[in-house]
């Protein structure tokens, strides 16, 4: 069938295309909160555990709605060491995998922690 075919049949049966969203957006932070340097510089491969942890927050479909995914990464394994899952995306999702991972791995007092800038992140409670 042509597009003009398929065209005339979706008017025919009163059918419309919509398209999803591709990307939606999970952080934005407030300007007025303070932002840590970036010390790691695109160098993402320490040579050692604990070091430099990184975390971000994801967001799924699921049967209950959309559910938001915050993760704890040791760079250096690769490992997943924290994560906590909640249908909002607050400061609380970050910081109780941050809570998880420390507990389990319990890491030196010089570990760095990168993360995006977002507000939840950036937020006074989390710092």
Do not use: C
């Amino acid at each position: 069938m042509s597009d003009y075919g398929t065209q005339k049949l979706m008017a025919k049966l009163n059918l419309v295309v919509t398209q999803r969203v591709a990307y939606k957006v999970t952080t934005k932070r407030k300007h007025s909160d303070a932002v840590a340097d970036n010390l790691l510089n695109q160098n993402f491969n320490p040579v050692a555990p604990n070091q430099v942890w990184a975390g971000d927050v994801t967001y799924f479909r699921t049967g209950e709605g959309w559910m938001y995914l915050a993760i704890v990464m040791d760079l250096y394994s690769r490992r997943i060491v924290g994560w906590h899952i909640d249908k909002r995306m607050t400061t609380d999702l970050v910081s109780k995998a941050m809570i998880k991972a420390y507990n389990l791995r319990q890491p030196p007092k010089r570990l760095v922690f990168h993360s995006d800038r977002g507000s939840q992140y950036t937020s006074k409670y989390y710092r």
